[in-house]
Every structure is written in structure tokens, then in C-alpha cells.
């Protein structure tokens, strides 16, 4: 917006112009005074529209916990990471054909599966889509 208007009934005009008002560089207004055909001051206002931009960086490695049970009769406790969106993972599946109720806790066979070997490792390479 452009105002011209006389100060005092004398020859002293004052000049107020914007000159930009922008949503990405900001404000910025020049008022001027002249008199009898001379330049008396010259001032200027800017504001900057100052933005505040968030970034989310996702983190490098992604640690998990996994635990499940397989219709084979088999639980299975894991963990791994993931590298941006390639995993890996490690399972300790754990055969559970032998029952092991509350009473039979002191019973050493149900904890021979070790030697048994009953319980599996699985590797597993996993993809983020």
C-alpha cells in the first residue's frame, strides 16, 4: 500500500510505500520525507519471516524383541536389528511336545531337552518395505 499526505500544511510531503509483503521472504516498508523538492529522511522497516523446519531422522539401527508359538508345537523367543530396512534376526525355537506342568517343575528329564535336541536356531534375513 502507497499514502501520500501532507504534514503541517507545509511543503513537506511524506512518502509511505510498501515495497514487498511476501509469505517467504517477509515485510519490507520505506517511508521517505521530502521537502521542497529535497530528500529529508529516508527510513525503512524489514521483517524476515523466520520458519522453523523440522526434520525427523529416522535412527540408524532399530533393535526388536520377537516371541511367538508355531502350530508344530514350538515357542519361540528372538531378537534382532535392523540396518535402515534390512533386518536381521536370531530364533531359539524351543519344542514344547513335552508338556511341563506346575507339578513336575523338580522332574530332571523335562529339562534334558538340550541334550535331546529340541530346541532350534533359525537366521533370518528380513526386509521394511
Keep these: 500500500p502507497c499514502s501520500l ?10 512518502l509511505s510505500i510498501g515495497v514487498f509483503n511476501s509469505d517467504t521472504l517477509g515485510k519490507f516498508d520505506v517511508k521517505q520525507k521530502i521537502g521542497y523538492n529535497k ?5 525503512y522497516t524489514f521483517t524476515p519471516i523466520t520458519k522453523q523446519i523440522t526434520r525427523y531422522r529416522e535412527p540408524l ?8 508359538y508355531s502350530t508344530n508345537q514350538t515357542v519361540f523367543l528372538g531378537f534382532g536389528s535392523y540396518y535402515k530396512n534390512i533386518g536381521i534376526e536370531y530364533l531359539m525355537n524351543v519344542s ?15 529339562f534334558n531337552r538340550l541334550n535331546k535336541n529340541e530346541v532350534y536356531h533359525t537366521f533370518k534375513l528380513n526386509y521394511k518395505f
Design 39 to 43: 530528500l529529508l529522511s529516508f527510513d
Design 61 to 68: 539401527f532399530t533393535p526388536f524383541v520377537t516371541a511367538g
Design 96 to 110: 514344547t511336545n513335552d508338556r511341563i506342568w506346575s507339578w513336575q517343575v523338580d522332574d530332571p528329564i523335562i
Design 5 to 14: 499526505f501532507l504534514i503541517k500544511e507545509t511543503n513537506i510531503f511524506v
